[in-house]
């Protein structure tokens, strides 16, 4: 059974980078083709798409992110990782890791983690 | 970007009820590419229903999903208690990817 689980540093001062890594147990991370995403979660913007990547490294990302925003894969490690530069209080939410269902870009997200806390502290 | 509204905000229902959850999309959703997922509190989103009225793997089937274009709804036939919840929909057929704002169901 698939699973994924964030991870990484619950505190991260303004103006710094966030970096966030998802591990995937269960399977591998490149074996179905899977397309692999980071989504947020705040009390006041709700849920936010961050941003997908395919197992081979194509990146797509929400516009609105776009200039502060990496994600990578490590099929090696069968992990994939996201860095939100220039971090602000505007960047404190639960982060996400999820998997695109059947291995599909215009598709839903089948398969999510636990969720991480990430709060930008002044 | 296509902005989702959901309606109502809350709904406030007893257990057996049928809920009725609205989507409505600012401009067309191409081939029905509307997610539905459940949230309960201290959890990740779950996965209810994709491409419209596609039920995901091991969603009891008093779930379902109906609509195209901009109008979308989200029924729960009879509702259980463990259906009481917040729940979302989501684009994915245009970029960025979208979600509304959700609706929560209440036990009345």
């Known amino acids: 059974q698939l699973q994924l689980q964030e991870s990484g540093p619950g505190l991260v001062k303004a103006s710094e980078t966030l970096s966030l890594t998802c591990t995937v147990s269960?399977?591998?991370?490149?074996?179905?083709?899977?397309?692999w995403g980071w989504i947020r979660q705040t009390p006041g913007k709700g849920l936010e798409w961050i941003g997908t990547?395919?197992?081979?490294?194509?990146?797509y990302y929400n516009p609105s992110l776009k200039s502060r925003v990496t994600i990578s894969v490590d099929t090696s490690q069968n992990q994939f990782s996201l860095k939100l530069s220039s971090v602000t209080a505007a960047d404190t939410a639960v982060y996400y890791c999820?998997?695109?269902?059947?291995?599909?870009?215009?598709?839903?997200?089948?398969?999510w983690g636990q969720g991480t806390m990430v709060t930008v502290s002044s | 970007e296509i902005v989702l509204t959901q309606s109502p905000g809350t709904l406030s229902l007893s257990p057996g009820e049928r809920a009725t959850l609205s989507c409505r999309a600012s401009?067309?959703?191409?081939?029905?590419?509307l997610a539905w997922y459940q949230q309960k509190p201290g959890q990740a989103p779950r996965l209810l229903i994709y491409?419209?009225?596609s039920r995901a793997t091991g969603i009891p089937d008093r779930f379902s999903g109906s609509g195209s274009g901009t109008d979308f709804t989200l029924t729960i036939s009879r509702l259980e208690p463990e259906d009481f919840a917040v729940y979302y929909c989501?684009?994915?057929?245009?970029?960025?990817?979208?979600f509304g704002q959700g609706t929560k169901v209440e036990i009345k």
């Open positions: 999820a998997r695109h269902l059947g291995g599909n870009y215009y598709n839903a997200f089948d398969i």
């Open positions: 269960g399977g591998s991370i490149s074996s179905n083709s899977d397309y």
């Open positions: 401009q067309s959703v191409s081939s029905s590419y």
């Open positions: 990547i395919y197992y081979s490294g194509s990146t």
């Open positions: 491409g419209a009225s």
């Open positions: 989501q684009q994915y057929g245009g970029s960025p990817r979208t």
